[in-house]
């Protein structure tokens, strides 16, 4: 996920699962936070947020088989 591979395939590969997975952060994740464990929409944006911050981080190379 993200567009550390140095293979133009897999790096436009990532930068798609990098888009597909912000966008779930905030469906899913508002509907996880508020509705099941309670949180105030503002803490749980401030949570989204930060995680979409984390997942720019070339520091990170996540990867799940395809």
Do not use: V
């Not at 798609?16 to 997975?21: K, R």
């Amino acid at each position: 996920m993200g567009t550390w591979p140095a293979e133009k395939k897999q790096k436009d590969l990532g930068a798609f699962m990098l888009l597909t997975t912000e966008n779930a952060f905030e469906s899913f994740g508002m509907a996880l936070f508020t509705r099941t464990l309670g949180m105030e929409a503002r803490e749980a944006m401030e949570l989204i947020a930060g995680a979409k911050k984390e997942c720019h981080s070339k520091k990170i190379h996540s990867y799940a088989p395809q």
